[in-house]
């Protein structure tokens, strides 16, 4: 492959996503940020919190910060159906802004790396006839991150409208258990209780994609 401004361009941008995940989640209280995220935007929106809610979704979920808390937030906040339309809005807004994102910078030199390997061209041929119920699947098996499905299927031929629907539909059920979880809540502040380790373990796994993408870029030159 030949190297191009573009291409060092892309290939910036991924180590730029890969060590802004880094130190968000390693030097950052991420949690107290979260946490007062959640009281800015009760504090300073009123009804027009769901929305604001909506868009932090977004700049969370391209960084693979999880978004339980969130999730767990607006339930606290805006009860059950309010909360559960906010976070299921959000949460698919926020993983097709990553996917984009993965898409963007990562694929088509990921794809140029990889096509003459036969597991590869098989993967893109399953997913080229049943992208919508790879996706769906993906999204309601509990052990796979959040985030490493956005990036992960970023380089993948799945159709953005097949992607968002599925994304849609299958995060439904872990959302909806999440804002209720949230609307049992009697503080705030017990939406991150724990939160710290359990957010390092997820790191490690949603950047698992993206080190796999970087890896393919650099090899190829």
């Known amino acids: 492959m030949s190297f191009t401004c573009a291409s060092a361009l892309n290939i910036t941008l991924l180590l730029l996503l890969v060590a802004a995940i880094f ?4 030097t950052l209280p991420v949690d107290k940020i979260l946490k007062d995220l959640l009281e800015w935007i009760d504090r300073n929106f009123g009804p027009w919190g769901p929305l604001a809610l909506i868009v932090a ?9 999880p978004a339980s808390v969130l999730t767990l937030g607006g339930g606290y906040l805006f009860g ?3 909360g559960f339309i906010a976070d299921s809005v959000g949460a698919t807004v926020g993983s097709v802004a990553a996917f984009l994102l993965g898409r963007t910078i990562g694929r088509s030199l ?8 036969r597991q590869f061209r098989l993967v893109t041929i399953a997913i080229q006839r049943s992208g919508f119920k790879i996706a769906l699947l993906l999204r309601l098996a509990p052990f796979v991150p959040f985030s490493m499905i956005n990036y992960l299927l970023s380089v993948t031929p799945v159709p953005l409208g097949e992607y ?3 994304s849609w539909l299958g995060m439904m059920p872990i959302t909806l258990a ?9 503080d705030l502040s017990d939406v991150t209780r724990g939160w710290g380790e359990f957010s390092k373990t ?14 393919s870029v650099l090899r190829a030159f």
């Open 164 to 166: 968002t629907l599925a």
């Open 23 to 26: 130190v968000a989640c390693f």
């Open 80 to 82: 059950l159906p309010i």
């Open 57 to 65: 979704y977004i700049p969370l979920t391209v960084l693979a910060v």
């Open 202 to 215: 997820h790191l490690v796994k949603s950047c698992y994609p993206l080190f796999l993408i970087l890896m």
């Open 110 to 117: 990921v794809v140029s790396r990889l096509k003459d390997y």
């Open 178 to 186: 999440l804002v209720y979880v949230g609307t049992t809540l009697k």
